[in-house]
């Protein structure tokens, strides 16, 4: 495995001299990042489930609950994977521009679609959506010289947290301050969304992807990234099982990979926060997926103007963007604390969620949301910077999508268990008690890992002394480490990282 070390970090190559190359990735650089605006550009998604609720499609609580939401699950895992794979054998751009027709077929379809076979549909589509950010997260990187891939990072995020907030203060001003019906807001997303579509033709194609179409080899002084560093050692013996495969097997970059990633997990950190990123992301997403049914629970008001889920769903927003940042500056030995921090935040997500089931009162339900998803967002960028610091950006992307897959599949299973009619098919207050349970679960093991490693650094106390402190980079100088699935940012889930840094029925 290539760990980055001061022999690859001090070859940083040097950033593009002024010139029309330069204003020229600019200019696409703000094309892109004004389509990452536009795309987000939703403002009726926050009041997607009143719309599906009211007397506009006149579906039931338990239609909406244990028939249409969670094929939102099922769909994402299944387009998961292959999207990946298309979005960088066809260079990022067909994927946007697939990523723009799903966004519009979304909206067609809750705008005159009738049925709860349309709405699972509408589903599919956002999945897909969904899946596609990594195409959005990852194209940027094939436009701007390495030694921009941080800041530009920085600018490609912020253009989607900021279209997440403006979408959801315009659709709860237009709400509350305009009166305007919820099928009219949706018209507005869909002229906001077909907009953006147009945007799309407009991009630039790159010439080169991560894996299947590198390109050229790295121009002078930048540094060698894992893959050349891979197949200029593919005559090396190799062993263990990949040992008795063909030699053609063996000596491929995805075998080498693989052998890479089986040593990352001996790694103790980047095991730890892969297990947070797979079960807690998975628990989180739940959460957003039903919340919105929980406050039509909560709040089964007829009068639209006194539905903030608008707001709310602003405010934690803003919230997440400014945890995110706050982590950028944390000081702390993680070896040592890692698992207590953990444990505390996961603790205090058990407490919201089992407020946000036992609240009869529509703002404690809102506050709590909005606490809970800004600590989420608050450990993303953490456990982004201690995944990937010791990752090449090649097994980033791997490591990443991994853990993204694994916490797909865990999402799905509990979806099938709990929300699915074919399952246990509980109302929404139910689910959220059984979510309760699970991130109490999760504390419990935190705990327990805490306990053992302080047990450990006690011990092994007087032999060595405690590791440094490490202290997180900025967002803005934060590395460009989401090169995988990038999480379900937008109003459904922002993202984060990947994107975050990304609600709805």
Known sequence: MALSGPEVEKQVPAEPRPGRKLQSWWSLVFCLCFYGFMAQMRPGESFITPYLLGPDKNFTQKQVTNEITPVLSYSYLAVLVPIFLLTDYLRYKPVLVLQGLSYVSVWLLLLFGSSVLHMQFMEFFFSITM?????????????V????????????????????????????????MGRVPFSTLNYISLAFLTFS???????????????????????????????????????????????????????????????????????????????????????????????????????????????????????????GAVASFAAGFVKIRWALWAELIIAVVTVLQAGLVFLMYRTSSIWLCYSAFVLFRGSYQFLVPIATFQIASSLSQE??????????????????????????????????????????????????????????????HFRQGRRQPPPPAQELMSPMREPAAQDGPAPEDGVRAVGEQRQQPEAKA
């Open 131 to 143: 899946a596609a950010r990594i195409a959005y997260s990852s194209y940027i990187f094939s436009l």
């Open 197 to 319: 579509l147009v945007l799309t033709f407009f991009l630039k194609r790159p010439e080169r992807s991560l894996f299947f179409n590198r390109g050229a080899p790295a121009s002078a002084g930048a540094s060698p990234s894992e893959l050349d560093r891979m197949n200029l050692g593919q005559g090396q013996p190799t062993g263990g099982k990949l040992g008795r495969l063909p030699a053609s097997w063996r000596d491929s970059v995805l075998a080498h990979m693989l052998r890479e990633l089986r040593r990352t997990a001996r790694l103790p950190q980047l095991r730890l926060w892969s297990l947070w990123w797979v079960f807690n992301s998975a628990g989180y997403y739940l959460i957003v997926y039903y919340v919105h049914i929980l406050w039509n629970v909560v709040n089964p008001t007829t009068d639209t103007t006194r539905v903030y889920n608008g707001g709310a769903d602003a405010a934690s927003t803003l919230l």
């Open 395 to 456: 097994l980033r992307a791997l490591v990443f999508g991994v853990n993204t897959f694994l916490a797909t599949v865990l999402k799905t299973i509990i979806t099938l268990v709990v929300s699915d009619k074919r399952g246990l098919g509980l109302p929404v207050r139910s689910q959220f008690l059984v979510y309760f349970v699970y991130f109490l679960v999760l504390f419990v093991a935190y705990v327990l890992a805490a306990l053992l490693t302080g047990l450990r």
């Open 145 to 176: 010289p390495p030694a921009c891939y941080q800041r530009m990072a920085g600018y490609s995020r912020a253009s989607v947290l900021l279209g997440v907030f403006t979408s959801s203060v315009l659709g709860q001003l237009l709400v509350t």
